[in-house]
């Protein structure tokens, strides 16, 4: 198995993590996009992705599949007997869809809008917005407020134990850092529950 990815960018340090956790990594080969240079957006990547995103999966049967939670998933669904990272009743699952879905629209995406309207990476290919970049910047801090609130009094985001809803947080507040979006001092749960999660061999991945 193949994955096309690129090692500096944020969805897949996402399955990285995840693979990691489920000591999964050595499955596949990990190739480089240089996104910067366009390499996602020529016609042999397009063919594995028609979206031109990393990460993309490719199996030895040439099934290709882009996005990173449907890559996530692929591996929780595949190899059952490793740790689970997407719950293992349907309440888990519920609950952790649920936080999965809060970070990506409200805390991922808006991370990502905001470097891409802010920083002008991708002005090649797109035209970035500053005023939409800082508002997103907001809709970022915000989020952060909340899931400081939300961090009273647990170790992890839900279930009672690390699940996928801790990889898309903690990636997200490291990718925020290149925007120049960091933990409050004042928000100790964030903080603790980061350096938490940092501690873990599947962060340095
Ligand atoms: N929804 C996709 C998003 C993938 C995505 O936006 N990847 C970024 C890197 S983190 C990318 O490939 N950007 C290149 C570009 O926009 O040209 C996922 O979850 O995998």
């Known amino acids: 198995m193949k994955i096309f990815e690129t090692s500096t960018a944020p969805n897949p340090r996402r399955v990285r993590m995840f693979m990691a956790e489920k000591g999964l990594l050595e499955k596949a080969e990990f190739i480089q996009i240089d996104l910067a240079k366009g390499e996602n957006l020529t016609a042999e990547y397009a063919a594995r992705n028609p979206m031109k995103k990393?990460?993309?999966m490719e199996l030895d049967d040439g099934t290709c599949v882009a996005e990173t939670m449907a890559i996530c998933r692929y591996f929780e669904e595949s190899y059952p007997d490793s740790p689970s990272l997407l719950g293992d009743t349907p309440v888990e699952k519920a609950v952790v869809?649920?936080?999965?879905?809060?970070?990506?629209?409200?805390?991922?995406?808006p991370t990502g809008m905001c470097f891409q309207h802010t920083s002008g990476y991708f002005k090649?290919?797109?035209?970035?917005?500053?005023?939409?970049?800082?508002?997103?910047?907001?809709?970022?801090?915000?989020?952060m407020h909340f899931l400081d609130k939300q961090l009273y009094g647990k170790e992890y985001i839900c279930c009672d134990r690390f699940t996928a809803a801790d990889i898309n947080a903690f990636t997200t507040v490291a990718f925020a850092r290149v925007v120049d979006i960091r933990i409050q001092p004042e928000q100790e749960n964030l903080k603790s529950w980061y350096q938490r999660i940092k501690t873990?061999?599947?962060a340095g991945v």
């Open 54 to 56: 990393v990460p993309v």
């Open 97 to 109: 869809e649920q936080w999965l879905r809060w970070i990506e629209f409200s805390f991922f995406l």
């Open 200 to 202: 873990r061999d599947s």
């Open 124 to 143: 090649d290919r797109m035209n970035p917005i500053k005023e939409w970049g800082e508002e997103c910047r907001n809709s970022v801090e915000k989020f």
